[in-house]
């Protein structure tokens, strides 16, 4: 606009048109060249800015989901440990299966050495 | 055409110039002050804004037995909070709390209404209740994460783990002994806040994660320890008991029960005298086990032979001007006899020719008098005189378990050192440690602390006991297929009103190992008061069997190597020494 408004101011002066332009867009063109680049620059500040802040709000959402997730798997972990507990296991295999304890010598424990040697026919 | 020169309005010009330089001042001066006179002040105050310290949960390690089976764990909770001066109705308030955490309103208005900045109203709510109170939003109260322990496994194990206070802060057991490494508690974290209070960037990271320990106890060992242990108080109506089961060859503690248990979730309803680990805090007289020791000596210090005879005076001695008695009548016996039938005259006669600074001496090497330095708080050192403080009658009576204090941990530790050939180990119950997230596991390597007996002496002295079990005291303690030794106890425990020993008051005891040429598991079982039989013999050697029997099996122990003929040698018949 003020090269415009110069360009009033001369036209009577007998500048050319095409001389003036030529001048003006010579010195002009690397200032808005440069303008250019800087506003490219402070966009990408911008939108990186923006990017960080909404992959904060990701992370600590996915964080909170996470922390519900463990949780999950802890209550799981407790109540796979809960039905393991030895105690309630014989007492449902004795009282609800009619389960009982092997007498002695009903188990024959087989030495897993000695049975090798002898499928060696070492001994 | 000739240019014309343009010529820009100079007075213009330099007011407009002016007017920006003033301007740039002004912005420069504000500048100044704000980034660098006035820096520290607004800085503080914009941190303030945007920045939060944010309660997090520190996750407590948890607590695995040797296989990898969970005993204790943790579990994210929160608990409540309200800052009374913030809260704008308070009775509303109370009812919307009560309504949610199923307490009386009334008792949150009165915690409400105090003139107090900061106050709990509930501790470590469950899940569903702090999502709820999360979604009431109401002002002036508060949620901060925690961390709720869970003993899923309930009494298992109970007095070895401890529990946890409030704070998850380890008051007793492994949980207090390893507190620092299980971490836990509550931990702040700076974070970078929005307008809303939403977190946007955590300044730092997440509390440094806890270790999970893994125990050398083993659930299964652990469970029939405390099954058979109950039968046997139950059975005999005992005040109280208890059961170790360690590996001679490691000192590792396979199991550890006591009773009375109480449930570490709810440790608070439940009186001291259930939840303390009495197998390391508690004292008593050993009695007739203590012969062991005295036996070990001996034999160590060639003074006697398994084969050499001792007159038993027909059952009774005097010492001092008191008169021991043996529950049946002795003549001349074997010192094999003595240990096996338990004959205190004999036994006396023993610790005489041993002589009291050389038993003193293998009292202390067997690690009575000392704490055994297991990683569990609250263990004692028990009772035991220099031979200086020591009356006439004291030799006598160490020789049959009396004026010493021993904890049951002692002596299983130095039965353990007979069984794995004479070295005494240091009994231990954390095997390894592993951080949370690290694949990398810390292992505890066992600790021998000394060589008490050769192992010649430990191999005759297993014979010896494997014959207490055969045909002696221990009778009950027979495991078809496979020979065990062991000795059995019963003391008199001392009446505090009369300053004598009881004769209705009694401790049995039977302390062992099996399989006796290859010991695998040593195993102490101590019945404290039993009202129905009340022997050793009768009430601790069936529950020793029975937890031996389900070990064997468990571990996969045939019975077919142990039923070889133990390599022992007795001395021959013609060096049979005479003791009168």
Known sequence: MLREAEWRRV????????????????????????????????????????????????????????????????????AIARLRSLKRVEEVARKRLGMSSGLPGQLILIDRSQTARFNAGEG | ??????????????????????????????????QIRDHRVIQAQARRQYQRRIPVAAKRGTIFDRQGRALAL???????????GLVENPSAVAGRLGAVLRVPPTQILQRISVDKPFVWIERKIEPDQV??????????????????????????????????GVDDKGLEGVELRNNRLLGGGTRWVISEVDALGRIVFRKAGDPDPAADLYLTIDEVIQHVAERELAQAVHRSKARAGSVIVMDPRTGALLALANLPTYNPNRSGEFPAFARRNRAVTDTYEPGSAFKLVLAAGALEDRVIRPKDLIYGEGGAIELAGIRIRDHEEHGWMTFRDVLAYS????????????????????????????????????????????????????????????????TSLQLLTAVAAVANGGTLMRPYVLQATQRSGSREMRETAPVPLRRVVSSETAQVLTAMMVETVERGTGREARIPGYRVAGKTGTAQKLDPETGRYSHSK????????????????????????????????????????????EALTYFHIPAARSIRAMPVAWGSRESVARVD
Request: overall charge positive; some cysteine.
């Open chain 1, 11 to 78: 036209r009577g002066t007998g500048v050319a048109w095409g001389q003036w332009h030529t001048r003006v867009r010579r010195e002009l063109l690397p200032k808005v060249l440069v303008g250019l680049v800087v506003l490219v620059g402070v966009l990408f500040y911008v939108w990186q800015q923006v990017q960080v802040v909404r992959l904060g709000y990701e992370i600590e959402r996915l964080r909170a989901e996470q922390v519900t997730l463990a949780r999950g798997v802890r209550e799981l972990k407790i």
């Open chain 2, 1 to 34: 055409m000739a240019a014309v020169a343009y010529r820009p309005p100079r007075v213009r010009v330099a007011l407009v110039l002016c007017l920006i330089t003033l301007a740039f001042a002004g912005i420069a001066s504000r500048l100044f002050a704000l």
């Open chain 2, 74 to 84: 943790s579990l994210e909770t929160a608990s409540v909070f309200v800052h009374p």
């Open chain 2, 131 to 164: 999502e709820a109170i999360a979604r009431l939003n109401l002002p002036g109260v508060g949620l901060v994460p925690e961390s709720k322990r869970y003993y899923p496994k309930k009494e298992l194990a109970a007095h070895l783990l401890g529990f946890v």
């Open chain 2, 343 to 406: 004959s205190n005259v004999g036994a006396i006669k023993v610790s005489m020719k041993l002589g009291k600074e050389r038993f003193y001496g293998y009292i202390t090497d067997f690690g009575f008098g000392l704490r055994t330095g297991i990683d569990l708080p609250g263990e004692v050192p028990g009772l035991i005189r220099r031979p200086m403080e020591w009356s006439r009658l004291s030799i006598g009576s160490l020789a049959i378990g009396q004026e010493i204090a021993v």
């Open chain 2, 506 to 549: 009694l401790i049995a005891s039977f302390v062992g190992f099996v399989p006796a040429e290859s010991p695998r598991l040593a195993i102490l079982v101590l019945i404290d008061e039993p009202r129905k039989f009340r022997w050793g013999g009768t009430v601790a050697a069936p529950a020793f069997r029975e937890i031996a029997r």
